[in-house]
């Protein structure tokens, strides 16, 4: 476990998180707004977000879709379909969603995982209450391989594209779950009350429509200083924050933490006057809930801990995902 009691140890902690897996993956998506840039006809919605928009009669339309590392498939099938549910859940409640149904694309070299991902599936659809309408199966494969997409629906939108300077950025993680290994995957919902994970969930929603947030991310396997960066990138700011405001689990690493995809994690900025209201709202859930810090117009995110501060991020100079209002 690495302390924090002298100047380079902070910045050690922050280099190595730098270079986790997690993050390299966000740095492909560039790839996406170079090639694809012209390739959408809509214009009210920012494009790079947790998922795509579309204005309806009754609110958003809201569209998301999941592919998972093939390793992380064959190596644990059932955890692997139960996150195809989740990991798109999470998504449509970032934006301030509802999820409404979900389809999957499954290949795999026979029965056997292709069996074990389905009932993860099941699994989890059940314990969200979101129905599996359909999809594409295929047997024949070379190896197991996962996507899955959903739909939802929003009243008020939350977006990765709405934080401004002067907002106070506040973390929500629920800290009652254990690892899953061999990945630093921190699972507190496959053995939860389905009744607790949908209530959970429908915070967000329920955030967005009474105002209390209006820029969220779920943390995803960028870990939360990757996550914040996409969300400071999209809107164009940066971001200080205290590392002992971050809700952890007490005996666990921060390298470990700070890397870890949680079943349930979320960033969200609001008004300095709507965070205890915003808190109260996780906490009656029983989830672990605290502002961490506010975001500035730097474009950097800087992390302070026992009077040290060291710049994890700066988008001046470096791109994560290359989305920002600009390239939308």
Not at 39 to 54: H, Q
Not at 165 to 172: F, K, N, R, T, Y
């Amino acid at each position: 476990m690495l302390t924090l009691e002298s100047p380079a140890t902070l910045c050690e902690l922050l280099t190595r998180i730098r270079h986790y897996s997690g993050i390299a993956h966000k740095r492909d998506i560039q790839l996406v707004p170079q090639q694809l840039k012209a390739a959408s006809p809509f214009d009210y919605y920012p494009n790079g977000d947790d998922c795509a928009v579309l204005p309806n009669g009754e609110g958003y339309s809201l569209l998301a879709i999941e592919g998972f590392i093939n390793r992380f498939v064959e190596e644990d099938p059932w955890f692997a379909g139960w996150c195809g549910v989740m990991v798109n859940v999470s998504d449509i409640a970032a934006m301030g969603g509802r999820p409404q149904a979900v389809v999957n694309a499954l290949w795999s070299a026979g029965e056997d995982k292709a069996a074990q991902v389905l009932a993860g599936m099941a699994a989890a659809s059940a314990a969200f209450g979101v129905p599996i309408v359909g999809g594409h199966t295929n047997l024949r494969s070379q190896q197991t391989q996962l996507s899955v997409a959903i739909l939802g629906q929003a009243k008020a939108l939350l977006s990765g594209f709405a934080a401004r300077p002067g907002q106070a950025v506040v973390a929500a993680i629920d800290l009652r779950g254990s690892w899953r290994a061999p990945n630093l995957n921190w699972n507190a919902a496959t053995t939860a009350d389905p009744a607790m994970l949908r209530r959970c969930i429908d915070l967000l929603p329920q955030i967005a429509e009474r105002g209390l947030a209006v820029a969220a991310k779920d943390i995803s396997q960028a870990g939360l200083l990757g996550t914040l960066t996409m969300l400071l990138e999209s809107s164009q700011v940066g971001a200080k924050i205290t590392l002992e405001s971050i809700p952890k689990p007490p005996d666990e690493s921060w390298q470990d933490w700070l890397c870890a995809f949680p079943s349930f994690g979320y960033l969200l900025t609001t008004q300095a006057t709507k965070t205890a209201d915003l808190i109260e709202q996780f906490n009656q859930c029983g989830i672990a809930a605290a502002v961490i810090g506010e975001v500035t117009d730097s474009l950097r995110l800087d992390v302070m801990t026992n009077n040290q501060c060291e710049c994890f991020w700066d988008l001046a100079e470096s791109a994560l995902t290359g989305f920002a209002p600009s390239t939308s």
